[in-house]
């Protein structure tokens, strides 16, 4: 079946960066197969069922290079004691607390709430890291079953660890690997692929050695890079420098983390030498600003990464999944941070946010993502913004930044398949699922506050 997604302001993004007024977008299967002038378009397929988008823009959904899904019942959770005072204190008392807290309804609640925050804000792909060492066996079962359920795209990993002992390190990778095998074996390379996996890591400061080791082996043969938080502040650092006599990323690079295939996330407290070794491995660096600032560790060095050619892609570490405000939020922090108005420029913004994650995105699925072009997974979203000034592909990064947001999507579609229209989800029962996810969080809180 063909649907022409018609009458519109088409933004391609990709290569062409193409605006095209009065345009069209033609979807076939679950790609696009052609894109042009909604006259031509109408004319040449004739019989192609309508979507009017009535004026609206029409353009890639958004890609979030770095979630977590598990975090969503911190939202409005009370915390004993006094606030945290650093950021290994938020990690024990928040963080490490919730995610032994979560039991199988837990998991998979939490994405689906997420996984509805997405499609209202138009994010269709993410690139998920999940914790619960109490249900790790299966967990990603759970959480895969949501994403489709939702009918969103996501990969999916499980964060190995230490920090609670060495039978659930172990259990961690074998998730890890059972996944990653069951995509292989269930997923052709080729066709309709909502479904990912690469294999989690949670940071140098929880991994020993000997499990780092345990990990490359068990990841060999399997095609996969690392998903890992890095140097997300000096905690990271201070522990690798005092127990391994190395930096983070000296470390991680010496113990074959490291390579084109993983996604290295914040990478905050690291030296020249250090972002070398991101560019020269080829690594994807995820920068997550709205965390960064929440949980006061810094702020990465975005603008030189950019400036070295390191692959710096957006994501937003658990906050909502509204990547337009993850967009207008980097591009405010380091012009504060610097005091100088030159950095973090529109187009470095947008390198981040479309062309790399658009990149990243295309390590995992078969079809290009994140344009608007014939070939490339039908991915798209309608924004009701009306734009004041005169919309170019030069200027499309400001009226992101100070005009259209995640608030003006109306419309989301993933692999050909509509999911909300005129605001409306259509496969998923928002308000079932908020009521149902009020129960679990609370009966996830009462653990929390026992294990606190």
């Not at 199988?104 to 709430?113: F, Q």
């Not at 070939?375 to 100070?402: C, Q």
Request: proline share 4%; net charge negative; charged share 20%.
């Amino acid at each position: 079946m063909q649907t022409l997604i018609t009458n519109g302001t088409v933004i391609t993004l990709g290569a062409a960066n193409r605006i095209i007024e009065r345009g069209a977008v033609l979807v076939e299967g679950d790609e696009i197969r052609a894109v042009g002038q909604a006259a031509e378009m109408g004319a040449a397929f004739p019989l192609a069922q309508r979507l009017d988008a009535a004026g609206q823009l029409i353009m890639p959904g958004q890609i979030c290079a770095h979630t977590h899904f598990y975090g969503a019942f911190a939202r409005g959770l009370y915390i004993p004691g006094d606030p945290p005072k650093d950021f290994p204190e938020i990690l024990r008392r928040l963080w490490w607390t919730l995610d032994k807290a979560l039991d199988a309804d837990g998991v998979s609640l939490s994405a689906l709430v997420c996984l509805v925050d997405a499609i209202r804000h138009g994010t269709t792909t993410l690139i998920d890291h999940h914790a619960s060492p109490n249900v790790i066996a299966g967990s990603l079962d759970l959480i895969a079953d949501a994403v489709i359920q939702s009918g969103l795209r996501a990969c999916l990993c499980y964060e190995v660890t230490d920090r609670d002992g060495p039978a659930k390190a172990q259990a961690g990778i074998e998730e890890n690997v059972r996944f990653l095998r069951r995509m292989r074996e269930q997923r052709p390379e080729t066709g309709d692929r909502r479904l990912a996996a690469t294999f989690g890591l949670h940071a140098s400061l929880t991994l020993s050695d000997e499990t780092l080791a345990a990990c490359v082996d068990a990841a060999a043969g399997l095609n996969t890079g690392f998903h890992i938080h890095a140097a997300e502040g000096m905690a990271d650092q201070n522990d690798s420098l005092s127990k391994y006599g190395q930096r983070t990323i000296d470390r991680l690079a010496s113990r074959g983390i490291l390579g084109p295939q993983t996604i290295v996330a914040h990478a905050i407290a690291i030296d020249a030498w250090e972002m070398g070794l991101l560019r020269e491995t080829g690594v994807w660096v995820s920068h997550q600003p709205r965390s960064n600032m929440n949980n006061a560790v810094g702020v990465a060095d975005v603008p030189a990464m950019l400036r070295g050619g390191v692959k710096v892609v957006l994501g937003n570490d658990g906050f909502s999944n509204n990547m337009f405000t993850e967009m207008k939020t980097a591009y405010l922090l380091h012009k504060a941070w610097c005091s100088d108005p030159r950095v973090a420029t529109g187009n470095e913004i947008a390198q981040m946010a479309w062309t790399n994650n658009a990149a990243l995105a295309r390590q995992f699925f078969p079809k290009p993502i994140g344009e608007l072009t014939p070939g490339a997974y039908a991915d798209i979203i309608l924004l009701d913004y009306a734009p004041i000034t005169p919309l170019t592909p030069a200027n499309l990064p400001w009226h992101v930044l100070f005009g259209a947001d995640g608030s003006h999507v109306t419309t989301t579609m993933v692999a050909g398949q509509l999911l909300m229209v005129q605001r409306k989800l259509l496969f998923l029962d928002e308000q079932a699922i908020a009521a149902r996810s009020r129960e679990v969080a609370g009966q996830t809180w009462q653990r929390f506050w026992a294990l606190s």
